[in-house]
């Protein structure tokens, strides 16, 4: 295919190759494909998952957002970190890669230059975002310690890497600033990748604010959910009270909250979450003060 690969610039963005630190001889480049070769000791031997079709279709649409990590061994590179991102890349065709090639072991260095550029504010939302991803998966940062090194709060951080989940071309959008980050937030609440592009398209084209496109997505919601309705006609009207409880438990949970009832006065309670991590961190707030389960 040979089309440079690179929604934005990723860390290219954030590490411009005159900034990269000397110390760790760490340098940015576009490395061929073909050069590359896995790491010796990566333990995984499986790629073919839903989770790798996904990212290679992302690739296709969007380029690299992450650089590999490498290091030179004799005529070819060997992967430090990055494999999918690599696989992926080969899959669509990609002829090059964005990678950063480290030739000692010094990451502090690399990870400082990287917490330092995120201050900078000509960044997308997606390249925050991947980095934020990078630092979390190459440097086992949790959100919180990412949250403390780039001055926001976890919530923020959490919420930044969730945009990771768009689907391509809304990303596209997001990266080409006509969509917000704070409305493809919000589209996040919906589970269905066609619904979220089409009300991209109807943000976009009608110019909707970001609480019209809130609004649009709990009509959404409620058109898909059911909450067991005992007889037709049962579903209450969505009160100021209820929505007021929705968000103070967003507030409390530090997260989105959706809080569906039924006429039978039943309903459910429905806890976005950005990941494994954050899950726990809901799952600590909501048990906080209790004896442990185990």
């Known amino acids: 295919m040979g089309r440079r690969s690179g929604l934005g610039k990723g860390l290219s963005a954030l590490i411009p190759a005159a900034e990269v630190p000397a110390t760790g001889e760490a340098h940015l480049r576009d490395l061929p494909t073909s050069l590359i070769r896995p790491n010796t000791y ?19 649409e969007l380029g690299i957002l992450q650089p590999i990590l490498v290091r030179a061994v004799d005529d070819h590179f060997e992967l430090i970190a990055g494999e999918r991102r690599w696989r992926a890349a080969q899959q669509a065709g990609l002829a090059t890669i964005p990678a950063i090639v480290r030739e000692v072991t010094d990451t502090s260095s690399l990870e400082q230059a990287l917490v330092e550029n995120l201050q900078r504010q000509d960044l997308t939302a997606l390249e925050e975002a991947a980095a934020y991803a990078q630092l979390a998966e190459e440097f086992t940062l949790s959100h919180e310690d990412i949250a403390r090194r780039v001055g926001k709060s976890r919530s923020s951080v959490a919420n930044t890497i969730r945009l990771l989940q768009l689907p391509p071309r809304v990303a596209r959008m997001v990266n080409d600033r006509s969509l917000s980050a704070g409305h493809a937030r919000t589209l996040l609440g919906l589970d269905d990748a066609a619904a979220i592009e089409a009300l991209a398209d109807r943000v976009v084209a009608g110019g909707l604010s970001v609480r019209a ?82």
Do not use: C, N, Y
């Open 42 to 60: 990566q333990p995984r031997t499986e790629f073919e998952d839903d989770a790798q079709e996904s990212l290679t279709a992302s690739v296709r």
């Open 213 to 294: 496109t809130e609004q649009a997505v709990r009509k959404l919601q409620s058109a898909t959910d059911e909450p067991e309705p005992e007889g037709p006609g049962s579903t209450e009207p969505r009160s100021a009270s209820l929505l007021e409880l929705e968000e103070i438990l967003s507030d409390h949970l530090d997260t989105r909250v959706h809080v569906q009832m039924a006429g039978s006065g039943r309903g459910r309670v429905m806890i976005d979450f950005a990941g494994v991590e954050d899950l726990e961190r809901v799952f600590r707030v909501l048990t906080e003060g209790r004896e442990p389960l185990i």
